[in-house]
C-alpha cells in the first residue's frame, strides 16, 4: 500500500502541464500544485507541527483550501476537515476534542476563525488562505519561500492517519474517524477497477470536497483528473457546467439530483462528455434513477460506502443499471446498491455475529484495507464497531443470491409498530415515485395504541398541487395497513447534514419532544 501522496506525485509527474484545478479566479496546473503543496508542508514543519498533531481546513470548494489540505497529507500530519455546513458550536466542540493544532480558512469565514481561536485551546494559529483576515497572516505572507530547503517529512506507513473525519451525528454527537494510507489506497484501488476512463478525467466538484466529493477526485488524480470547483448548488448552473467544462465524473447527492431532473432547462444541454454520475450520501430513489438514465444516458453509479469505509464497499455501475432496466426479471436491482467493490467484503450479521444466509436481513458488515482504524481517542465505540472481525455499519440490509447488495434501513431507523418491524426506506421508495415528490422522510412516532405510528414528511417540488389523501390512498394500496403511514405531513425543507444526508433524528425529535420516551 502506498502513502496517499504518492498517488497525489503520481498524477504529477504523469501530467505535469495538465489543468489540475480549475476555478472562477485561475487554472492550476498539477506541476504548480505540487510546488504549493511543498511550500505549506513545510511551513507546518517549520512551525514544529508533528506527526500527531491535526491540521483542520475550513472553506468552501476552493482551488487553494484544496491544495492546503494536500500540503497537510504531504507533511505527514492528520488532517481534518471542518464541515462548514455544521453549526459553529459544533464545529468548535468536534476541534476541542481532535485538539487540533493548527487551521487554514477562507476568508469568507473569518468570524468563525476568531471564535474557534478563542474557544479551542490547543489551537496556535490559524491562516486564511485567500487573504489576510484580522490578525490571521495570509496564506501567500505565510509560506516559506520557494528557495526554502525541504523540511524532513513525518514517516508514512500504511497504518498511519493521514485523515480525522468526523460523522455525520445524524444519530448522536459526532465521532472522529481514523483514517490510513492504506484506507485510501484501498479506495483509489476499487475504483481503479470500477470506473474505467477511455478520456482524461474532468470532476465538477459541486459538493463540499471536504467529504465524499473530495474522496472521489482523489481517485482521479493519479489519472491526470481536472477538478473544476463550483460552489454554487443551484441545479441550472451545474447542468450549464457539465457542458461549459466537458464534465466526466459527477458525484451528487440524490436531492441535488432531484433538483436538476425538475429543472426547466434540464433537456437544454449536451451531456455526451459524462461517463460517470455517481450518487451517494443518501439512498436513491428508482423512479429517479430511471428518469436519470433517460435524461443524462447510461452513466448512473450509485457508491454505498460510510465515512469509517470511505469511497466505496459496494457499487451499482452504469452497466448494472442499463441491465436491470431492459430486462424486467432483473428490475429489483434498480433498489440495490450494486455488488461489493474488488477489495472490500460485505457480509450480512445477526445480533450474534453469525453470517446470515442469501436474502436474509441483517446488519450489512465489512472488512478490508478501506476500514478505518478506529474511532479517535474512543475505545468503546471502536470496539463495538469492529466486534467479530468485521465493520460494523448501523446498516439493515440483505445479499441475493446473485451478489447484489440490497441496503434495507439504518438499523436506528426501524419503526416497530402493532409488533411488526418496518423499514421506513421500503415506504420511501414508494413515496419517492409518486408525482410532485421532490424527498420524504418516513419515521415512528408515539401512537397509543400501535406504540409507534408510521408516519411520513415529506417535500414536494415548486410546482406540485400535491393531494395528499390520494397520496394515502395510493401508499395504503401498494403498502397495506402496517407499513402505509398513518399520517403525511409536508414540510418547506426537511433538515439535512452538511453531505445531503435527511436528519431523521430532527424530524423524530419534532414529534417526541414532549415525551419521556424515544422509542
Known amino acids: 500500500m502506498l502513502p496517499y501522496i504518492d498517488y497525489f506525485d503520481k498524477g504529477v509527474a504523469r501530467f505535469p502541464n495538465r489543468d489540475f484545478l480549475v476555478d472562477e479566479a485561475q487554472r492550476i ?77 477562507d476568508s469568507t469565514l473569518a468570524d468563525q476563525a476568531d471564535r474557534i481561536i478563542a474557544e479551542v485551546p ?47 451525528g445524524t444519530s448522536g454527537r459526532p465521532k472522529g474517524v481514523m483514517l490510513t494510507n492504506a484506507s485510501f489506497s484501498a479506495g483509489i484501488a476499487n475504483f481503479d477497477a470500477l470506473m474505467p476512463y477511455d478520456v482524461a478525467p474532468v470532476t465538477l466538484a459541486v459538493a463540499p470536497l ?49 433538483g436538476m431532473l425538475d429543472h426547466p432547462d434540464v433537456r437544454s444541454f449536451d451531456y455526451s462528455s459524462l461517463r460517470y454520475l455517481i450518487m451517494g450520501a443518501a439512498p436513491l430513489s428508482a423512479t429517479k434513477a430511471r428518469e436519470a438514465i433517460e435524461t443524462f444516458g447510461p452513466v448512473l453509479c450509485n457508491n454505498y460506502s ?10 451499482m455501475t452504469p452497466p448494472q443499471y442499463v441491465e436491470a432496466i431492459n430486462d424486467e426479471s432483473l428490475s429489483r436491482r434498480m433498489f440495490s446498491v450494486g455488488t461489493e467493490a474488488p477489495y472490500t467484503r460485505i457480509a450480512i450479521m445477526d445480533d450474534e455475529g453469525n453470517l446470515l444466509q442469501p436474502d436474509t436481513p441483517g446488519e450489512i458488515v465489512i472488512r478490508g484495507d478501506v476500514v478505518m482504524k478506529g474511532y ?22 440483505y445479499i441475493a443470491p446473485d451478489g447484489y447488495v440490497y441496503l434495507v434501513d439504518r438499523k436506528k431507523d426501524m419503526i416497530i409498530s402493532g409488533g411488526f418491524n418496518v423499514y421506513p426506506q421500503e415506504v420511501e421508495q414508494q413515496i419517492w415515485g409518486y408525482p410532485g415528490i421532490m424527498d420524504c422522510a418516513v419515521v415512528g412516532i408515539p401512537d397509543e395504541r400501535w406504540g409507534e405510528s408510521v408516519t411520513a414528511v ?10 395528499i389523501n390520494a397520496l394515502s390512498r395510493h401508499l395504503r394500496s401498494k403498502l397495506g ?34 415525551l419521556d420516551r424515544k422509542i
Open 376 to 397: 479517535f481517542e474512543d475505545p468503546e465505540q471502536t470496539t463495538l464497531a469492529s466486534a467479530h472481525g468485521w465493520h460494523h455499519t448501523g446498516d439493515i440490509g
Open 29 to 105: 496546473t498539477f506541476q504548480e500544485a505540487a510546488d504549493l503543496t511543498h511550500r505549506v508542508a513545510d511551513g507546518l514543519l517549520l512551525a514544529g507541527l508533528g506527526k500527531d498533531d491535526a491540521v483542520a481546513t475550513m472553506a468552501p470548494n476552493s482551488a487553494i483550501a484544496y491544495i492546503c489540505q494536500w500540503g497537510v497529507i504531504r507533511s505527514g500530519s492528520p488532517w481534518l476537515p471542518v464541515n462548514i455546513r455544521n453549526g459553529l458550536d459544533e464545529n468548535i466542540d468536534i476541534l476541542k476534542r481532535m485538539r487540533i493544532r493548527f487551521l487554514f480558512f
Open 458 to 467: 415529506i417535500e414536494t417540488t415548486p410546482d406540485s398541487d400535491l393531494d
Open 210 to 258: 471536504t467529504h465524499g466529493a473530495g474522496y472521489f477526485a482523489g481517485t482521479l488524480i493519479p489519472r491526470g483528473g481536472t477538478i473544476v470547483m463550483h460552489r454554487s448548488t443551484d441545479p441550472g448552473d451545474v447542468l450549464r457546467s457539465i457542458e461549459e467544462h466537458q464534465v466526466t465524473t459527477l458525484f451528487l447527492p440524490p436531492t441535488l439530483l432531484y
Open 481 to 514: 395497513g402496517v407499513k402505509a403511514p398513518k399520517r403525511i405531513v409536508e414540510w418547506d425543507h426537511l433538515p439535512r447534514s452538511g453531505t445531503g444526508k435527511i436528519l431523521k433524528r430532527e424530524i423524530r425529535d419534532a414529534f417526541w419532544q414532549d
Open 122 to 168: 490547543s489551537l496556535k494559529q490559524a491562516v486564511c488562505v485567500d487573504r489576510s483576515a484580522g490578525s490571521h497572516p495570509s496564506l501567500d505572507s505565510w509560506l516559506p519561500s520557494p528557495e526554502t530547503p525541504r523540511q524532513r517529512r513525518h514517516a508514512r506507513g500504511p497504518g498511519d492517519v493521514v485523515s480525522i473525519p468526523t460523522t455525520s
Open 306 to 315: 460510510q465515512t469509517e469505509a470511505p469511497v466505496t464497499a459496494a457499487f
